[in-house]
């Protein structure tokens, strides 16, 4: 660690800077996983978070008579890991979300595209304030939402959605896209 000490203060509190948005972008990644129940990857990314984190705080703590920049340097890299651990979570879309979607006019002919695609959905009708509509509702994983609303407003424009997280379901999900694999499919495991 003595070798981190001999470089400049500037690239001490650059390296100190990087590193907390690294150790806590993992932190909110491992928060996620947590909540989710993926035993295995909270463990993973427990670790890196915890070893980056000691390992900034020591540089810290070394260098703090040098230097006050180093403590705004790990107080900024906090503040910032906070936001690119959120930015990563949300282009990551971890776990998996019920699409509940409402047409007054075209519920069918949505049903019969999206069940086209692979997707399996339940519609049935209902009764909305201004006559009567057709809900929608399909479990899928997180990343193919979007997806699944661009089809959906392609042929109802007007169409009403909301789009909650699933903490447990009865059954595992069947996707219309292919399974993952390799070390991906191992960190998936609960």
Known sequence: MSLLLDLPIWAIALLIFGMRILDVSLGTLRTISVVQGRIR???LL??????IWVIGVS???AGFDRSPLLPVAYAGG????NGVGIAIEKRLALGSVVVRMISTAYGDRIAETLRIQGYRLTSFPG????GPVTLLFITCKRREAPRIIQTARAQ???LFYTIE???ERSVELLSPLPQTTGWRAFLKKK
């Open 46 to 51: 427990g670790f890196f978070e915890v070893l």
């Open 78 to 81: 906090f503040a910032a890991g």
């Open 127 to 130: 009764q909305g304030r201004n």
């Open 41 to 43: 990857l909270s463990v």
């Open 59 to 61: 540089q810290v703590m």
């Open 165 to 167: 997280p699933i903490r």
């Open 156 to 158: 109802d424009p007007t």
